[in-house]
């Protein structure tokens, strides 16, 4: 069973930065495809970035693209989400995933492992 841990969430007023990492717990995990998910209250969990294994392929929601960054870093188990020029319609509670396919889905239902979330949230 692969454990991923989510850090780096904070508290960021608009137009600032913030990177999140995540730590999967096996290292198989550099075969597998990972992805950032982001839910806000009373909305549903949205897809936000995917990486596929080699991270050669990279993919994003339409609201981030351009301010947002995922990158991996396989040597370190870890994946990052560089998040730039924030919105408050940022703010959610931002979540790890992990697809045991090496390939990347925009989808929850493509995921195999998710982690705890760590909060983000944008001040005006």
């Known amino acids: 069973q692969v454990q991923l841990v989510e850090s780096g969430g904070g508290l960021v007023q608009a137009g600032g930065s913030l990177r999140l990492s995540c730590a999967p717990s096996?290292?198989?995990?550099?075969?597998?495809?990972m992805g950032w998910f982001r839910q806000a209250p009373r909305k549903e969990r949205e897809f936000v970035a995917a990486?596929?294994?080699?991270?050669?392929?990279?993919y994003y929601a339409d609201s981030v693209k351009g301010r947002f960054t995922i990158s991996r870093v396989n040597a370190k188990n870890t994946v990052y989400l560089q998040m730039n020029s924030q919105k408050p319609e940022d703010t959610a509670l931002y979540y790890c995933a992990a697809r045991r396919s090496g390939t990347s889905s925009y989808y929850t239902s493509g995921y195999n492992y998710w982690g705890q979330g760590t909060q983000v949230t944008v001040s005006s």
């Open positions: 990486i596929s294994w080699s991270g050669g392929s990279t």
């Open positions: 096996e290292r198989t995990f550099n075969n597998y495809a």
